[in-house]
Structures are given as C-alpha cells and as structure tokens.
C-alpha cells in the first residue's frame, strides 16, 4: 500500500492523504500499486461509476472497494438514489389525492401538477450526472442534504 509523503500513514492509493490532507503527486509507484489492488480502476473512474446503475452500482462499489474516496461516493450514490425514489412516491402521492379533489371540484389542477413530474425526473438525472462530473473531477462533492449524513456514516 501506498503511504503518505508528509504523515507516512496509509493513502489507499488516494491523491490526498486521509489523515493529514497532503497532496500525493502522481508516482508510478502509487498509480501501480492502486491499479493492481483495483482491478486496473483509477479512483476517479470508479467513482464516476458508482452513479452510472444508481443504488446497484453504488453497492457494488462500497462492498467491495475498500478506498475512502469511492466508498463515500459508493454509499452517496445509494443515498442519491433513495431520495429520488422518496421524492417520486411523495410526487405520486400528491398527484393521486390532486386527482381525487380534481374529480370533486371539476377543477384541472391533478392534470397540471402532472405536468411537473418531467421536472422532477430531469432534476434528479441532472443530479445523478453532476455527482458523476465532480467524481471524475477527484473532487468529494457533497449533495446538501445527503453528504453529510453519507460522510458519517462512512466515515
């Protein structure tokens, strides 16, 4: 394993270390040792690919890659991805009982609010594909709500 310039604790092949924030420059010895211990995956790329199947790939990738940076984008895309779903079942739930008062009240407004369902749906792609930007930028991007929950409980 690779360990820090400055501290000398572990990196887990990472450009900065953990502990002490250091920059890790770019060493053949590192890029190797995190090539061979990953399966031939850079950092970045795995956590570009942890959005790319929403909850299934972020899975994929806390379970098994043990590297703090693509554990916590691992376990954002899961949390990303059960706030998309939460956020689609309130949608439907509103629009269900818009629906029912619309039949009352002879009023269009359920067939209107319908109409906000593409919006939300390009709203939380957009999200999906905006944390997969800053992934594969190295950057640790923190949804607001969602990354610092996800930051504790990766740790």
Sequence with gaps: MASCVSC???TG???FCPSCGANQGTTGNTATATATATGGLDE???GLLCYLFGWMSGLVFLLIDKRPFVRFH???SIALFLGALVSWIAFWIVWAV???ITTMLNFPIGWLFGLL???LIIGCMGAFIYCMYKAYQHEKYKLPVIGDMVEKWVG
């Design 44 to 46: 970045n790329i795995a």
């Design 74 to 76: 691992g376990a954002q």
């Design 117 to 119: 369902f593409p919006v």
């Design 13 to 15: 092949g990472a450009s």
């Design 8 to 10: 000398g604790r572990e």
């Design 98 to 100: 818009l629906g029912i």
